[in-house]
């Protein structure tokens, strides 16, 4: 065999792994795009709204145990950094910012915990009717239902369970990464739940006193 003729081997056997090579990329692309439009690969996990809900349910959970308990963690850690609380009773309506409520909140911190244990204080914020508008990625809306009921059982004498004040709250919330959080709050008071039920069970004489006391 002359030399031009191993030349000319070489050079189409070059040819032909190259040829390999290239199919064999084309064939691993086309593999990727396919994987990719079935679902299963490059977008990402699918938004499944029912999981959504039940991490928005769980986050308004914490809010309320929070209320309820006077935990400063449990009612401010699920607020947006831009958090606003719109506060409506009547005519009258005025807002909140995040660094506004928990300077409130931290304020009154020693004689809330102080009523429960000296005196068995209790609030017991129920919600009812929370209804979620359907979620997207980023953003959801809910409303519902409150009535507050408080009751002490230490006191002199003991304070029976008194509905003190019941209305609506309308939620706005936002979701950065893989957190929700609670982007807004709108509570609407019924006005004439508070005076009418301070006439009916006058609260006791004690200093600190947390009845009817609206601590947001």
Same mark, same amino acid.
């Given at each position: ?13 070059? !040819? ?40 928005? &349910?769980?986050?308004?959970? @914490? ?7 006077? @935990?400063? @963690? ?10 606003? /609380?719109?506060?409506? &009773?009547?005519?009258?309506?005025? !807002?909140?910012?995040?660094? +506004? /409520?928990?300077?409130?909140? !931290?304020?009154? &911190? !020693? ?13 017991? /914020? ?35 369970? +008194? ?22 709050? +709108? ?30």
């Amino acid at each position: 065999m002359s030399v031009r003729h191993v030349a000319s081997n070489k050079a189409i056997q070059k !040819e032909v792994r190259g040829g390999l090579f290239a199919t064999a990329l084309v064939a691993v692309a086309l593999t990727l795009a396919l994987a990719g439009c079935g679902g299963g690969g490059g977008s990402g996990p699918s938004f499944d709204p029912g999981v959504e809900t039940a991490a928005l &349910e769980a986050l308004v959970g @914490s809010f309320e145990q929070g209320i309820e308990e006077y @935990s400063l @963690s449990g009612m401010t850690d699920g607020l947006s950094a831009a958090f606003l /609380l719109t506060l409506r &009773e009547g005519a009258l309506s005025y !807002e909140k910012d995040l660094p +506004t /409520l928990r300077g409130e909140l !931290e304020a009154d &911190e !020693e004689n809330q915990l102080y009523w429960r244990q000296q005196y068995g204080y209790r609030l017991d /914020l129920r919600l009812s009717d929370l209804t979620f508008s359907a979620p997207s990625a980023t953003s959801a809306s809910a409303a519902c239902r409150f009535t507050v009921v408080e009751w002490a059982e230490e006191t002199d004498p003991p304070v029976e369970q +008194t509905i003190t004040d019941q209305g609506a709250i309308s939620w706005q919330f936002a979701k950065t990464g893989s957190s929700w959080r609670i982007a807004a709050m +709108t509570i609407t008071f019924e006005a004439p739940t508070l005076a009418s039920a301070r006439a009916a069970r006058p609260a006791p004489a004690l200093p600190g006193n947390p009845f009817f006391r609206r601590s947001w």
